[in-house]
């Protein structure tokens, strides 16, 4: 049974890692010296962060925080959030990991319904974090090589989750989905799920102790916490961690600090070609850079091509889900894909397609797509009702997408919600916005039906490049040139930013509260920088 926290001398280096906390004393032992991560012009190794990771875990443990307790770390990407981290799955603690951006409200609502023990605020590295802390009565606990931590009151009311017999069942990651019913779902995902994902995705993608990888997702998202913090430090390379995207420090780092693996979203991308194309700064250099992957959000076929463009590099594609930790396919490098299939299962994962009533579909068929592995998670947080409802007794997991099957490859169609009916024919927003984000004047676009006669239709939020300017009726035109009736928007709004999550997905529930407040008629040539607020065609 765990006890109150495992000691430097209690983890078997001798095996490869089976829980979390093992990776980095791991490679402390095999190469002290290797960098493990850079922040900024800050460096530190796998020994020192073995180090840190033994001392914070300490701090921890005097905090009152112990095995099955909630441990609630509000944070920006940094050295001081990675440590914490490591360091709360280490005394056996629950990591409930958070973006300091969040609101308010937002960071209120997982505090209260996840019943942290403490909340630890990464306050040297996020000014937002400070903010968070501040309010709550926090203080700073200490000061190491990377930065303040702070603690906030101490929940005396708070109880311990029963710790399981065996640690690889334990739970290594409480993490909240922004969802959209508006109430804070945790999903619980174990050190086995985690590590099979971390693995399996490194295994995939050919992660190497030699590689720099570019950490610029949200550790706060699983995306960033698995695919790319765990897999990495799994496969002993080096973290260069941001907390923001910006395209001419990713640019920088690709030639400065030798970068060979970027995953990042679409949208990231596709504002990275806007930004090199807006520059003239092709051909982009980076002489390490060798694999470019997307995850998190739809790809679509204009968003590849400039991208691919861009860095002369194929951009591989994969698939996940938060229940999933988050993998359930990714391309293969040694077979790389002309169109938009987020590629095969990775191994140890099945896949099953069903139609509205459960009926199982054909794979050429377009159905909801079920998935069984390693990789699903125990559950969602005191809500068993919800988690019976999404995994059945089975083990396969109801992910709420739609998806068809070519041969073994996967393509996603779009969300069972978002499914458009139109006149009885069904509408899958991802292909309209395929289409709108192929103008070259439009950055990108989403789509969402709304009830109107016939059913529903389709509305279109489009985000122009910089400096580009369009007329409607052309961007219309060129819609209705590649879609059949039904599948046209019959509303086109324009709109300065995308309500967009800090991955850069764009949030389609806040989309229809826009929607109906933008009444107002557009202009006959639209420009991103002369609009301010969303305008309708």
């Given at each position: 049974m765990l006890s109150k926290a495992v000691a430097t001398s209690e983890v078997d280096t001798a095996r490869e890692p089976s829980t979390v906390f093992e990776i980095i004393p791991y490679w402390a032992e095999r190469a002290p010296g290797r960098i493990a991560l850079v922040e900024g012009s800050r460096n530190y190794s796998y020994f020192e962060l073995d180090k840190f990771v033994c001392d914070t875990a300490d701090m921890l443990r005097r905090s009152g925080i112990g095995p099955g307790d909630r441990a609630m770390i509000v944070c920006e990407n940094c050295c001081a959030a990675v440590v914490t981290y490591f360091a709360a799955t280490r005394i056996g603690a629950w990591p409930v990991i958070v973006n300091a951006r969040l609101a308010d409200r937002e960071?209120?609502?997982?505090?209260?319904?996840?019943?942290?023990?403490?909340?630890?605020?990464t306050t040297a590295a996020s000014p937002r974090a400070k903010a968070h802390c501040l309010r709550h009565g926090g203080v700073v606990v200490?000061?190491?090589?990377?930065?303040?931590?702070?603690?906030?009151?101490?929940?005396?009311?708070a109880e311990?989750?029963?710790?399981?017999?065996?640690?690889?069942?334990?739970?290594?990651?409480?993490?909240?989905?922004?969802?959209?019913?508006?109430?804070?779902?945790?999903?619980?995902?174990?050190?086995?799920?985690?590590?099979?994902?971390?693995?399996?995705?490194?295994?995939?993608?050919?992660l190497r102790p030699d590689d720099g990888i570019f950490a610029v997702l949200p550790i706060s998202h699983i995306l960033g916490l698995t695919g790319v913090l765990i897999?990495?430090?799994?496969?002993?390379?080096?973290?260069?961690?941001?907390?923001?995207?910006?395209?001419?420090?990713?640019?920088?780092?690709?030639?400065?600090?030798?970068?060979?693996?970027?995953i990042g979203t679409?949208?990231?991308?596709?504002?990275?070609?806007?930004?090199?194309?807006?520059?003239k700064l092709l051909p982009v250099g980076g002489q390490a850079l060798r694999l470019i992957s997307a995850a998190g959000a739809p790809l679509d076929a204009a968003t590849k091509a400039m991208t691919e463009k861009t860095f002369g590099l194929t951009l591989h594609n994969g698939y996940g889900i938060t229940e999933t930790s988050p993998t359930i396919t990714l391309t293969r490098l040694d077979a790389p894909r002309t169109?938009?299939?987020?590629?095969?299962?990775?191994?140890?994962?099945?896949?099953?397609?069903?139609?509205?009533?459960?009926?199982?579909?054909?794979?050429?068929?377009?159905?909801?797509?079920?998935?069984?592995?390693?990789?699903?998670?125990?559950?969602y947080y005191k809500a068993p009702e919800e988690t019976n409802q999404a995994v059945d007794g089975d083990g396969w997991f109801k992910t709420g997408d739609l998806a068809r099957i070519e041969g073994d490859h996967l393509f996603i169609v779009g969300r069972s919600k978002e499914l458009i009916i139109r006149f009885g024919y069904n509408v899958y927003p991802v292909e309209v916005e395929s289409v709108l984000n192929a103008h070259p004047s439009v950055a990108r676009s989403a789509v969402i039906g709304r009830e109107a006669e016939g059913g529903e239709e389709a509305l279109a939020f489009v985000q122009l490049k910089e400096g580009y300017e369009i007329q409607v009726a052309d961007l219309s035109e060129f819609a209705a040139q590649r879609l059949a009736p039904y599948k046209r928007p019959s509303k086109i709004y324009l709109t300065d930013a995308?309500?967009?999550?800090?991955?850069?997905?764009?949030?389609?529930?806040?989309?229809?509260a826009m929607a109906e407040v933008c009444a107002k008629p557009c202009s006959p040539i639209l420009t991103r920088s002369a609009v301010a607020e969303p305008t309708v065609s």
């Open positions: 960071i209120d609502d997982v505090r209260d319904h996840s019943g942290a023990r403490r909340l630890i605020y200490g000061s190491g090589p990377f930065g303040d931590i702070a603690l906030g009151p101490l929940n005396e009311s311990a989750e029963p710790v399981e017999g065996t640690l690889t069942s334990d739970v290594a990651a409480l993490v909240y989905t922004t969802g959209t019913t508006g109430r804070p779902k945790g999903v619980m995902l174990s050190h086995e799920n985690l590590l099979f994902v971390a693995r399996e995705s490194a295994k995939i993608r050919d897999s990495s430090l799994l496969s002993g390379a080096r973290v260069h961690l941001t907390s923001r995207f910006d395209p001419a420090a990713v640019l920088s780092a690709i030639n400065k600090d030798a970068i060979s693996v970027i679409p949208p990231m991308y596709a504002m990275l070609a806007e930004y090199v194309d807006r520059n169109d938009c299939s987020v590629g095969r299962l990775m191994p140890g994962i099945e896949a099953r397609l069903a139609g509205t009533d459960g009926t199982p579909l054909a794979q050429d068929d377009i159905g909801e797509l079920f998935v069984r592995g390693p990789g699903v998670m125990k559950g995308m309500p967009s999550s800090p991955t850069g997905k764009i949030i389609k529930s806040a989309l229809t």
